[in-house]
């Protein structure tokens, strides 16, 4: 099977009389099965992402708005073990897991993959 995978670290502070923090990991997968590319995806943060989508690009590279040249995408709380994107399998696939800037602002990148 054919895999790759690509992760992000991503520190939360917060301030109070002493300063906490923790760090928390997202993680896209993609794989072949079955002759297409499937997704899958996820994190260590006890939160999901605000209005997190998985997002196929029809382009050849990242867009500078995350919404822009779309082929395929899905919510980041569905089917996060394995989503089949009726796309074939190969390179040149740019995936990404996108989120919204808190609070309800422009989606930003939150992981970014390239399929070799």
């Known amino acids: 099977m054919n895999e790759m995978v690509s992760t992000r670290n991503i520190t939360d502070q917060a301030q109070a009389v002493q300063t906490q923090s923790a760090t928390y990991t997202w993680y896209l997968n993609a794989y072949q099965l079955h002759g297409n590319l499937w997704l ?3 994190t260590t943060a006890p939160f999901r992402a605000q209005q997190g989508q998985i997002m196929v690009y029809s382009s050849q590279f990242f867009p500078s708005n995350p919404q822009d040249n ?3 995408w899905q919510w ?6 394995g989503w089949d994107t009726g796309l074939p399998w190969g390179s ?7 989120a919204q800037r808190s609070p309800n602002g422009p989606y930003t990148y939150v992981v970014q993959l390239v399929t070799h």
């Open 40 to 42: 899958s995806w996820q």
């Open 70 to 72: 779309v082929k395929t």
């Open 76 to 81: 980041d709380n569905i089917s996060s073990n």
């Open 92 to 98: 040149g696939w740019y995936c990404a897991w996108n």
